[in-house]
């Protein structure tokens, strides 16, 4: 279920409405929810490559062996219910012999039973780090949204073994901050497959530049949520472009989105999108309440 409040650039939403929209989502609702958390329980986990010729990809990803140019540690703590535990993927651009190599890290996070189209999987990550890279991860690729947009975070679905061509995702949070890919695949799934690489249009292909991401678990929520608040919040644009949304969503709190949702009556969430140029009229920023089920009523 998802609700969201809006920021119209020609403010033709009055900032009367806008302000109680706001009071609305920071106000404490108790919870009781008639629901069930579902959370993977198996894994499966691989490394591929992608040689490098004239500084651009020489072709497509190739199972890889080598783990210097990527690899998972530890993947088993995605899927043993522990939440403070991560599975680490890592991938990097490195030289071997005569040849340079960038690398594709996945993850594939699989559910007990076959789970309905257009259920939400929520997968809590930290957001990536980077090592050999002389400028800023988020800054250089315009926020955490970048990472989606970048291809630099891969995610897919699958029902068995067959890929499902229609996942949407994005990246959103909650009350405390925590960081969540949000997918919805449009067909049954039994998993959700995360890739994580070393190279993009931005990034380029720097040798001994690496990247590696924490992955915590995946989960979703069945039944029906009675009654309740938010269980995260994340932010979509209309007539900006994605470096400019990214660049409001570079660090998460910037703008204390999760402050809506909170359960303090004294904090907010800010939609600010006066001080970015070149932004058209009629231009807004939305922020959208995920709700971790469909109401019941």
């Given at each position: ?9 020609n403010?033709s ?5 806008y ?51 990527a690899?998972v ?50 997968v809590k ?54 960081i ?9 799934y ?55 949304l ?31 140029l ?20």
């Open positions: 279920m998802i609700i969201k409040g809006r920021l119209i650039e403010m939403i009055s900032f009367l409405k302000l109680m929209l706001l009071i609305l989502f920071s106000t404490s609702i108790n919870l009781s929810w008639a629901q069930t958390k579902v959370s993977a329980n198996s894994q499966t986990n691989g490394k591929n490559s992608a040689t490098i010729v004239l500084g651009a990809l020489g072709g497509n990803y190739t199972p890889e062996d080598n783990a210097s140019i690899n540690t530890n993947p088993g703590n995605a899927v043993n219910g522990d939440t403070s535990s991560f599975a680490t993927m890592m991938a990097k651009n490195i030289s071997v012999l005569l040849f340079d190599y960038t690398g594709e890290a996945w993850l594939d996070m699989k559910y007990p039973s076959t789970i309905g189209a257009n259920t939400t999987t929520f990550i930290d957001k990536p780090t980077a090592t050999g890279l002389s400028v800023d991860l988020l800054n250089l690729v315009g926020g955490l949204l970048g990472l989606l947009s970048e291809n630099i975070v891969i995610v897919e679905a699958y029902n068995n073994n067959s890929k499902i061509a229609n996942v949407k995702s994005t990246i959103v949070e909650d009350a405390n901050g925590n969540y890919l949000k997918v919805i695949p449009n067909q049954d039994t998993s959700v497959r995360l890739k994580l690489r070393s190279q993009s249009n931005l990034l380029g292909l720097s040798l001994g530049a690496g990247l590696s991401m924490n992955v915590y678990e995946a989960f979703y929520y069945n039944g029906t949520n009675s009654c309740g608040k938010p269980f995260t919040t994340g932010v979509e644009s209309v007539g900006l472009n994605v470096d400019l990214g660049g409001l969503f570079t660090s998460l709190g910037t703008n204390n989105y999760n402050k809506s949702i909170d359960g303090d009556t004294d904090t907010y969430s800010i939609l600010k999108a006066g001080n970015l070149n932004v058209n009229v009629g231009s807004y920023i939305s922020q959208y309440f995920y709700f971790p089920t469909t109401s019941s009523a």
